[in-house]
């Protein structure tokens, strides 16, 4: 791999993947925390070998988690704003601007962008088409700094809500059994956590809305602006 590309794979993997999952194992490093550490006299090697090891595999565990849970619940694969601006009946783009894609569209790809009439006489064809050209159209644009910085921030905040999921779960069973165990102060930070975690889930579709719509307008601008290989 290129170190450019391998650079910007290693940035995408620990913005939109590690922190994501730093922040959701909290409840699990408090459980861990309120069962295990207890138990053993602290040290550099309890802190090298026991902490910081079992923390790096949660963090591995949750960054593949959180990334299935958030593509499985949270993200609706078929209506990306990048391929629902793409759609005919779509008011988004001007027409001019759409023009303009067609043009380089069909010049770079050979494809057509389907039409009104296509739309309305076969729109999961439609659909289909779009989301192809889609996928060429981020393949060409891939090394552009600026996509890079939006996909990272799209990347983190769903898979930020794919955690969150989980941590919630693991809060609220946080919650119970800290005040089983008359632990009131990690009771009360479980709340706080559960708070929060729950506030991202609900406001789940006007944050990947929001960070969707603002990706599909960047790739777009970008794919434009691109020099012709």
């Known amino acids: 791999m290129p170190n450019f590309m391998f650079q910007k794979f290693n ?8 922190f994501p999952a730093l922040i959701t194992a909290i409840p699990f490093v408090l ?21 910081v090891s079992i923390l790096i595999v949660l963090i591995y565990l949750f960054s593949q988690l959180n990334r299935y849970i958030s593509k499985s619940i949270f993200e609706n694969k078929t209506d990306f704003p990048t391929d629902r601006n793409l759609l005919p009946s779509n008011p988004t783009l001007s027409q001019q601007y759409r023009a303009q894609l067609a043009q380089k569209i069909l010049k770079d790809f050979g494809l057509e962008l389907p039409n009104l009439e296509d739309e309305e006489n076969d729109y999961a064809s439609t659909k289909i ?22 996909n990272i921030e799209y990347g983190f905040v769903r898979n930020f809500l794919g955690g969150s999921a989980v941590a919630s779960l693991m809060s609220i069973f946080n919650i119970l059994l800290f005040f089983i165990q008359s632990k009131y102060d990690l009771a009360i930070i479980s709340i706080i956590l559960l708070v929060i975690y729950a506030s991202i889930i609900a406001m789940h579709k006007k944050i990947l809305e929001h960070y969707g719509k603002e990706y599909a307008q960047i790739l777009f601008r970008e794919y434009l602006g691109a020099k012709q290989k």
């Not at 069962?35 to 090697?45: C, G, K, Y």
């Not at 088409?129 to 996928?135: A, L, T």
């Open 11 to 18: 940035e995408y993997y620990l913005k939109a993947r590690v």
């Open 31 to 51: 459980l861990k925390h309120n069962l295990l550490d207890q138990h053993f006299d602290f040290s550099l090697t309890q802190l090298i070998f026991g902490d």
């Open 129 to 150: 088409r779009i989301r192809e050209i889609v996928n060429l159209i981020i393949n060409k644009t891939r090394n552009g700094h600026l996509l890079l910085q939006h």
